[in-house]
């Protein structure tokens, strides 16, 4: 079956530090991966995604991800970090012809 | 433009009672979808149509019941009302459903918060 794991909870990090939040995946065949923010009361935002083809992957608001296949991660990451950044962070991956699965979840509070 | 939207966003109701949930998508996409977001923010697919019929179903009461008049939309009716079905539902889309789709990205609507009293 397929399944996402985010190990952390809550990600806490200084404003203009560099930050990371986790992801690892379990999927069948090649792994399509995404990242997505959700900001209060709002809706889940799409920021970047794997598809294939270099392992890092640049996306919305400075975010990057850098997709590992050995350690099968597909970790967020920004070299600094905004307040404006603080949210929940959803890793879904899925394999071909499956459906996504999304992670529990990071809730990312950047410290001004 | 709004690419997802669904209303209401803000739904409160007693327990028993029936309500919808209506969604639209104007993405040009052809699947669509319904997840639920539980009280710890953990996020679960409901249903998924493409084209107008019915993909996925999950273990979902049959008390949710879809509805697809279009590829545009796709709206959901809960009858008789639990305190447990209070959570926010999400509607959302993507271009099309099979294995050379997996890649495409789904995009979200702003959510629908259902409290039942």
């Known amino acids: 079956a397929q399944s996402v794991a985010q190990p952390e909870d809550q990600v806490n990090v200084a404003e203009g530090n560099p930050l990371t939040v986790k992801c690892t995946y379990s999927?069948?065949?090649?792994?399509?991966l995404f990242w997505y923010v959700q900001y209060p009361n709002r809706g889940l935002q799409f920021l970047l995604k794997?598809?294939?083809?270099?392992?890092l992957v640049k996306g919305s608001y400075g975010f990057e991800a850098e997709f590992n296949k050995s350690q099968t991660s597909f970790h967020l990451k920004k070299p600094s970090a905004l307040v404006s950044d603080s949210a929940l962070y959803f890793c879904?991956?899925?394999?071909?012809?499956?459906?996504?699965?999304f992670g529990p979840g990071t809730r990312l509070s950047v410290l001004p | 433009d709004t690419a997802v939207s669904q209303t209401p966003k803000y739904l409160v109701t007693q327990m028993g009672n029936d309500k919808s949930i209506k969604c639209e998508q104007n993405?040009?996409?052809?699947?669509m979808y319904w997840y639920k977001q539980d009280s710890k923010k953990f996020l679960k697919i409901m249903f998924s149509?493409?084209?107008?019929?019915?993909?996925i179903n999950e273990t979902v009461p049959n008390r949710f019941s879809p509805k697809s008049p279009d590829k545009a939309h796709l709206n959901l009716h809960i009858n008789s009302l639990e305190l447990g079905d209070s959570a926010v539902y999400f509607c959302?889309?993507?271009?099309?459903?099979?294995?050379?789709?997996?890649?495409?990205?789904?995009?979200f609507g702003e959510g629908s918060w259902l409290t039942v009293v």
């Open positions: 959302a889309s993507s271009r099309g459903s099979g294995g050379s789709s997996s890649g495409n990205t789904i995009y």
């Open positions: 999927v069948s065949g090649n792994p399509y």
């Open positions: 794997y598809i294939t083809g270099d392992n």
């Open positions: 879904a991956a899925r394999g071909s012809g499956q459906n996504f699965v």
């Open positions: 993405l040009g996409h052809d699947t």
């Open positions: 149509y493409n084209n107008k019929e019915l993909i």
